[in-house]
């Protein structure tokens, strides 16, 4: 992300660019959790100053502390954010944990939904 230019392109740059990296490193330590670790750069562009943020692909979820974990999720979809779905927090939360979906108990299916045919065949192989 370019602080400091437009959606347009036009560079106007960015005014006090130290305080304003400090204001940006501060907001987001105060107002996301877990701790993010954003690269922030100062830049000279065309004379004008300039703020360079690149966030390296981390496992999230990342959330506002302020929605807490399970309201506080944002994803990007095209052009917009939504506030991920308990769904989406669930395969989020998997993901991390290096668990596929059909890896997890299914705890309301009792005997009677086990193919005992299949796993013989399986267990034959």
Same mark, same amino acid.
């Given at each position: 992300?370019?602080?400091?230019?437009?959606? *347009?392109?036009?560079?106007?740059?960015?005014?006090?660019?130290?305080?304003?990296?400090? !204001?940006?490193? #501060?907001?987001?330590?105060?107002?996301?959790?877990?701790?993010?670790?954003? *690269?922030? &750069?100062?830049?000279?562009?065309?004379? #004008?100053?300039?703020?360079?943020?690149?966030?390296?692909?981390? #496992?999230?979820?990342?959330?506002? #502390?302020? !929605?807490?974990?399970?309201?506080?999720?944002?994803?990007?979809?095209?052009?917009?954010?939504?506030?991920?779905?308990?769904?989406?927090? *669930?395969?989020? !939360?998997?993901?991390?944990?290096?668990?596929? +979906? *059909?890896?997890?108990?299914?705890?309301?299916?009792?005997? &009677?939904?086990?193919?005992?045919?299949?796993?013989?065949?399986?267990?034959? +192989?």
């Amino acid at each position: 992300m370019v602080i400091g230019r437009g959606d *347009d392109s036009v560079v106007s740059g960015v005014q006090d660019v130290f305080l304003q990296e400090e !204001k940006l490193t #501060k907001a987001i330590s105060d107002s996301i959790s877990p701790l993010l670790m954003p *690269d922030i &750069e100062c830049v000279t562009f065309e004379g #004008k100053s300039l703020l360079v943020v690149r966030v390296p692909h981390w #496992k999230g979820p990342f959330y506002l #502390k302020s !929605k807490g974990p399970e309201c506080g999720v944002y994803v990007r979809l095209g052009s917009t954010n939504r506030v991920a779905g308990p769904e989406l927090l *669930d395969e989020l !939360k998997r993901s991390l944990s290096n668990v596929s +979906f *059909d890896q997890l108990p299914c705890p309301e299916v009792g005997i &009677e939904g086990v193919d005992m045919d299949r796993i013989q065949i399986t267990i034959d +192989f």
